[in-house]
Structure formats: C-alpha cells, structure tokens
C-alpha cells in the first residue's frame, strides 16, 4: 500500500471478495497494483478526425447487416477475457498482446460453444479504457485513458476474429455523459459496446478506491438512451450496455431503470470469492426487475475454486455473459 500511496495510481484487481457482501461493505485495495505507466494519458485527437466520419462511411455494408435488428444475445452467448493493457493484475488481457489473448479466448469460446447445445458463442474482448486512480491527475477526474492507437488495435484484433469489443468506464469523478462522449468514437463501430462501472464512480470529495461508489437509474438511462440514439442515427446493430454490480449499494433506484428499444442491458455480477456464494449472488442479481439478460466474471487468480464452464451453464438463469478477468 505504501508504494500505492506514493504513486498515486489505483488500477483495479476487479470486484470485492463475496465473503463480505452480507456485511457493510468496506472498499479495500489491498490487491491494487499500479499501472505500467507513471504518466497518464488522456484520450487524445490524433484518431479522431478518422473516427469521426458516419459509420456509413465506414462500414458500407452496415445497414443492410443491421436490417432486420437482432439482439447479439437473441441466440448466443458471450464468452469475454477482461482486463487493461498496462497492467496484468487487472486482468488477462495485460498478460499479452491483443493477437495472443484473442487465441487464447477463441480456446475458451469453443469450450463453452462444444458445452451448451443449439447456443451459439461469440468471443469479446473486454478492455477498461478508462481506469480509476488514487491521483486526480490535471483535471481532477482520477482517471487514466487507453492511448486512442492501443484501442485502435483492440479493435483491429476484434474484427480479424469476429470478436466484439466492451469498452468499459470506471467513471471515477467524472460522470457517465462525460465519459460516454469520449468513448462514443468507438461506439460507432458496430461491434464495440459499453460497460459501466459502479465501483469508481465517485463523488465529488471522494477518492476512487477509498470510497466504494455507485450508479444511479438516471445514469443507466442516460447510457441506454444514449446508446439507443447512436443505434437509430447511425443504422447499426443493437447494443450491449453492460453493468458491473457486488453490493446493493452500488446500483440506486433500480426499480426506475427504464428498458430502450435496440439497448440490451446486462448485470455483471462481479465479485470474487467460492463459488457456492458467487451462485447465491448472481441469482440475487439476475432476479432484479433491472437485469434484461445477466452475466458473471470469474477470476483466474481470486476465486478459490474457480467455476468450470459446467458449473457456469448449470447457473440459473443461465448466463448470457461469461467474463473471465
């Protein structure tokens, strides 16, 4: 924690360990490492006038694939690998570069895709782009960015496996309208989607890691709506809109979260711990009225007796999302 402290970098190990949930939860950072890199960029414009062009432009083809519009979850389920590419300890995908982990996933896809009978598998790539930070960096958001050119390959590895792309926001300070305008130039690609993190949304006075945070109804719909208004302008496939949640207190008003046409909304239930609690939490969540499809993650290095893909695919109701982290 000491070495924490004076770097001033949280990069997140991923979820809090289920054994406390049934207490008052207590933010604890003790696995945090610090992020490969002192400095901390923010998104930059070198890729933006090329993102900017309509999708049209970009992908010719899309409006004829997007009609008729189909959920990506109407007939399969989603295996993912998590993580940031500055540091291994967020997740699988720092342990390499984006071409290897995606041919480690593709493993895993057909895996589950041999396991779960006329379900098909779709792999993605989970990458939190915008990591919470012990330091509030010059505009006192706590937040670091992925380079533009790293996600850029992310999303190259992607479409060269047929993969889709989660581009995931810990929020920290800042809040989800700001944070969605910078990731909307990837959104626009049709096989990028979006994740929130509760965890490290803060407020202000708050200190990302310190503070457990939260989301609110407001701030999903505003994602859903705005996620929906992308889809209709743009003519591009449905959604995924994905939200992580361990504890109660991380979701606010739940009954007044709305559903939008062309949005699927998923419930990650993301904490860490033996595998008899992790199935009593993501029933717990899959039942909210707010959970249109459900996921959980797995963790290769936290969970004491990680779940095999059986043990998965016997969860009720089965998990739309696989996220390994």
Do not use: C, W
Request: zero cysteines; proline letters at 8%.
């Amino acid at each position: 924690m000491a070495a924490l402290a004076a770097l001033g970098l949280l990069a997140r190990d991923g979820g809090r360990p289920l054994e406390a949930v049934t207490a008052t939860p207590v933010p604890s950072h003790d696995a945090a490492p610090p992020l490969a890199r002192s400095e901390a960029p923010a998104p930059s414009t070198v890729l933006r006038p090329v993102l900017a062009t309509t999708v049209v432009q970009r992908f010719p083809n899309v409006a004829a694939l997007a009609s008729p519009a189909q959920s990506i979850l109407a007939d399969r389920q989603i295996v993912s690998y998590y993580g940031n590419p500055y540091s291994a300890d967020m997740g699988i995908l720092g342990s390499d570069d984006p071409d290897t982990i995606a041919h480690l996933l593709e493993e895993r896809a057909e895996e589950y895709d041999r396991l779960n009978g006329p379900t098909g598998v779709i792999s993605a790539l989970h990458l939190v782009y915008a990591v919470a930070q012990y330091h509030a960096a010059e505009d006192g958001l706590y937040l670091q960015y992925v380079d533009d050119e790293e996600v850029e390959d992310y999303i190259r590895v992607a479409g060269e496996h047929d993969m889709l792309l989660f581009i995931d926001l810990q929020i920290g300070r800042s809040s989800v309208e700001s944070e969605f305008e910078k990731a909307l130039p990837y959104l626009r690609n049709p096989s990028v989607h979006l994740a929130l993190d509760p965890e490290f949304a803060v407020a202000a006075g708050e200190v990302p890691g310190d503070a457990l945070g939260s989301l609110s109804a407001p701030d999903i719909n505003y994602a859903q709506e705005a996620l929906a208004r992308l889809v209709r302008r743009e003519a591009l496939p449905p959604k995924l809109l994905m939200v992580h949640q361990f504890v109660d207190s991380m979701v606010l008003d739940g009954h007044a979260i709305r559903r939008y046409p062309d949005v699927d909304l998923i419930i990650d239930m993301d904490g860490f711990g033996p595998a008899d609690i992790k199935r009593v939490k993501y029933e717990e969540y899959a039942a909210e009225p707010y959970a249109t499809h459900a996921a959980i993650k797995l963790f290769f290095q936290h969970d004491p007796d990680l779940m095999s893909a059986q043990d998965v695919l016997a969860l009720i109701p089965r998990p739309d999302v696989i996220i390994y982290q």
